[in-house]
């Protein structure tokens, strides 16, 4: 199974998926990076990589490669479901067009920003 990442360390993603391996370098074309996810553990604001249809904006992440079974363990500490959803991608690399899922956020509040 094929990851993107726009917001996730190497670290810990393979602390939540061991098998998780770092593909190479991509871009989400038509996308722009939006902090409007409100968290529920700690209050912080959660980014997502937001569909805008406009060639210019980019999202830039790591491709992944991992288990079925570490993608289920990824879904739960991802909380898809949860304000979470997942969607398959067209990822740009160096090594030519693919796809890959992501996360988005589902329960957003425009206006938040990142925490300082």
Same mark, same amino acid.
């Given at each position: 199974?094929?990851?993107?990442?726009?917001?996730?360390?190497?670290? %810990?993603?393979?602390? %939540? $998926?061991?098998? $998780? /391996?770092?593909?190479?370098?991509? %871009?989400?074309? =038509?996308?722009?990076?939006? #902090?409007?996810?409100?968290?529920?553990?700690?209050?912080?604001?959660?980014?997502?990589?937001? *569909?805008?249809? /406009?060639?210019?904006?980019?999202? #830039?992440?790591?491709?992944?490669?991992? @288990?079925?079974?570490?993608? $289920?363990?990824?879904? /739960?500490? *991802?909380?898809?479901?949860?304000?979470?959803?997942? %969607?398959?991608?067209?990822?740009? @690399?160096?090594? =030519?067009?693919? @796809?890959? #899922?992501?996360?988005?956020? @589902?329960?957003?509040?425009? =206006?938040?920003?990142?925490?300082?």
């Amino acid at each position: 199974m094929l990851a993107y990442g726009s917001n996730m360390l190497t670290a %810990r993603m393979q602390e %939540r $998926a061991p098998s $998780a /391996r770092k593909i190479e370098i991509g %871009r989400l074309e =038509g996308y722009q990076l939006c #902090w409007y996810k409100l968290s529920k553990k700690d209050g912080s604001d959660k980014c997502s990589a937001t *569909e805008t249809g /406009r060639p210019t904006d980019v999202v #830039w992440g790591v491709v992944y490669q991992m @288990t079925a079974q570490d993608k $289920a363990s990824l879904d /739960r500490f *991802e909380g898809l479901g949860g304000g979470y959803g997942e %969607r398959v991608v067209n990822v740009v @690399t160096q090594t =030519g067009r693919g @796809t890959a #899922w992501i996360y988005y956020a @589902t329960s957003i509040e425009p =206006g938040l920003k990142p925490f300082n």
